[in-house]
């Protein structure tokens, strides 16, 4: 059961692999625009540190801000999901029947494929950015942060928010195609999730209220809860709840993706031909 | 091995008023209408058999076949395909059917062909002596080779092709659906690919459903068709039957050497001839007769030709299939 799984959608993870080393010029100038941004972002905070009084801003040392930029960078990249967004293209064009003559899940073709592409993405940043922050704290606090069960977590929370992402994106991709006129562009979409998600400012700095409103959000499951548990600011059972909510994202937006993708097959009328 | 029933599709089609005053009501009301492009369809196909499915453009061919593969829901009426329902169990289904749609690709369009097939080896769990077998046979009918490591997105449309019907047959399918699968194709590789649907059709006992509008397909490769027009059966039985039903049909064509000669020629009062005995078409220069042999012998036709006008070149020519879907398709059976 299981291996026959596997063997069915891992030539498709090796189809998304080889597909990212086709493009891998577009690849890289991609990664240096988002680094250089997170670069931006940086010195950004550090202006806004040097020209506070007090040695913390809204409960975070500049020391923490810096580690926040750059784990939530890698977070970002790591989870974001796009592969899926073309289906409602598809749908339109009538190409998915060449999707529904195959013996596979729709869901689980693009989520191997996007896989196959984060091998890549993870290789690059993943090794680089961790080490990267953990010898910058190493060097400014005098001795090594690095905590392996926070660390643990973190890495299953990056893979939960991987997966909210990528049901999102599929439900997302639906939307756009159905509110072509009313919906606006992704770029639109990815500030407002962004945003919400704490990617843009950590949540730590909203009003209390709205911050309790937008922990509950699917939105906060994205960026920030793997962030804080990096950085160690969440206890153990904030942790486990924080995950379990994740997961719940997960089952809710895959329903949804589900029925969704259920009641369009039926309802779509495949043009060309 | 397909049995269809009474199968029906009706599209609904938004219709636009025009300006943006239509846009706005259409966001709101939208105003539809209903096309029926397959309307009550009946027909059965045995296994081994390549049946060739034929109509006009808009006739329904490639509904029918999206509904056979699962892709689109009938309306109403069934399809039955080895034991198996389409659209209700898609995955297990297309396990076992191969599909080739001449205007899109199933391939994967940034890997390299060769990729490709490995890919969909694993997905129909084909095991790896029969993937070498099928693969070498492929390569051998279909001339592979010359292009297997290329970029699916670098291949010529003819490559393409025949690589997406080589994907088609890889598993071994049980029923093989092909639509349009030799549009645009040069001589060679429209021989090529009819010899491979041949080989797998005998080698294999594939059951074949085949659309295309061209005939010499249809002649080489099927026993028995299927047409359809606007949605509605017309015709299904041995092309024989067809040849045999209509094969009285003659054709005269000659060169005028005085373009207002035509009109001196009085074929229908002369032979006293029905509406469907006879056509006439001419650009000025050269005409085309069509008759039935049955009412007017090529013999009389030509004396009567010969003595009321001045010809520089004239031949007779037997009604082949094409002739005969021709009439069919302009008149109706
Ligand atoms: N998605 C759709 N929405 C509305 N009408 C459609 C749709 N798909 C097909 N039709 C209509 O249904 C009819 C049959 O179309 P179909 O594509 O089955 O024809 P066909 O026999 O394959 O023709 P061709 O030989 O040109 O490929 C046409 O009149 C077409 O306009
Ligand atoms: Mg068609």
Not at chain 2, 295 to 307: F, H, I
């Amino acid at each position: 059961m299981m291996k026959s799984f596997f063997r069915t959608y891992m030539p498709f993870a090796k189809a998304g692999t080889q597909q990212m080393m086709a493009y891998k010029v577009n690849f890289i100038f991609h990664l240096i625009g988002e680094i250089m941004s997170c670069f931006i972002m940086f010195f950004i905070w550090k202006a806004v540190f040097t020209s506070t009084d007090g040695k913390t801003f809204m409960g975070f040392t500049m020391n923490d801000m810096i580690v926040y930029i750059f784990i939530s960078f890698m977070t970002g990249y790591l989870s974001y999901s796009d592969g899926a967004f073309v289906l409602g293209e598809e749908i339109r064009d009538g190409s998915v029947s060449m999707r529904l003559i195959k013996p596979c899940s729709f869901d689980m073709c693009f989520l191997f494929q996007e896989i196959g592409n984060r091998v890549i993405s993870y290789g690059i940043i993943f090794v680089p950015i961790v080490a990267g922050v953990e010898i910058y704290r190493y060097f400014l606090m005098g001795s090594v942060q690095f905590n392996v069960g926070n660390f643990i977590m973190f890495f299953i929370s990056l893979q939960f928010a991987y997966l909210i992402n990528f049901y999102f994106n599929i439900i997302y991709g639906f939307l756009a195609f159905y509110l072509k006129n009313l919906w606006g562009t992704t770029l639109i979409k990815d500030v407002i999730v962004n945003f919400l998600s704490g990617a843009t400012i950590p949540l730590a700095f909203m009003p209390f209220a709205l911050q309790t409103f937008l922990t509950y959000l699917p939105f906060s499951s994205l960026s920030y809860t793997p962030v804080m548990i990096y950085m160690g600011m969440y206890t153990w059972d904030k942790i486990l709840f924080s995950m379990a909510l994740q997961i719940f994202w997960i089952f809710a937006f895959w329903g949804i993706s589900k029925l969704i993708w259920r009641s369009a097959i039926r309802r779509i009328c495949v043009q060309g031909g | 091995m397909i049995q269809v029933e009474n199968l029906r599709k009706e599209f609904k089609k938004a219709i636009k008023e025009p300006g943006i005053k239509g846009s706005v009501k259409s966001l709101f009301k939208p105003k539809t209408e209903i096309v029926t492009a397959v309307d009550d369809i009946s027909f059965n196909v045995s296994k081994g058999e390549i049946l060739g499915f034929i109509g006009p453009n808009g006739a329904g061919k490639s509904t029918v076949i999206k509904m056979l593969t699962g892709i689109l829901t009938p309306t109403s009426g069934k399809c039955c395909i080895n034991g198996k329902i389409p659209y209700e169990n898609r995955k297990k289904y297309v396990k076992e059917i191969g599909v080739v749609f001449g205007q899109r690709t199933q391939l994967w369009w940034d890997l390299a062909l060769r990729e490709t097939y490995a890919v969909l080896k694993e997905i129909y769990e084909v095991p790896d002596k029969q993937y070498r077998e099928r693969m070498e046979f492929l390569n051998e009918v279909l001339d592979l080779q010359s292009f297997i490591t290329s970029p699916v997105r670098t291949l010529s449309l003819g490559q393409r092709m025949r690589a997406d019907i080589a994907a088609s047959m890889l598993h071994n399918p049980k029923v093989l659906f092909l639509d349009e699968p030799t549009i645009g194709l040069d001589v060679v590789v429209k021989d090529n690919i009819r010899k491979a649907i041949q080989k797998i059709n005998a080698e294999e006992g594939t059951t074949v459903i085949l659309t295309t509008h061209d005939l010499s397909d249809i002649e080489l490769l099927c026993d028995r068709i299927v047409m359809i027009d606007k949605g509605n059966l017309v015709y299904d039985g041995q092309i024989n039957n067809l040849k045999h039903k209509y094969g009285q049909m003659r054709e005269l064509c000659f060169e005028m050497k005085n373009s207002d000669d035509l009109l001196s020629l009085d074929y229908k009062g002369h032979f006293t001839l029905d509406e469907d005995d006879l056509s006439i078409e001419s650009d000025g220069v050269s005409a085309t007769i069509r008759f039935n042999s049955d009412r007017a012998s090529v013999q009389e036709v030509l004396k009567y030709t010969l003595a009321k006008i001045d010809v520089r070149d004239i031949n007779v020519k037997d009604a082949d299939i094409e002739e005969i879907i021709r009439r069919i398709y302009k008149e109706g059976v």
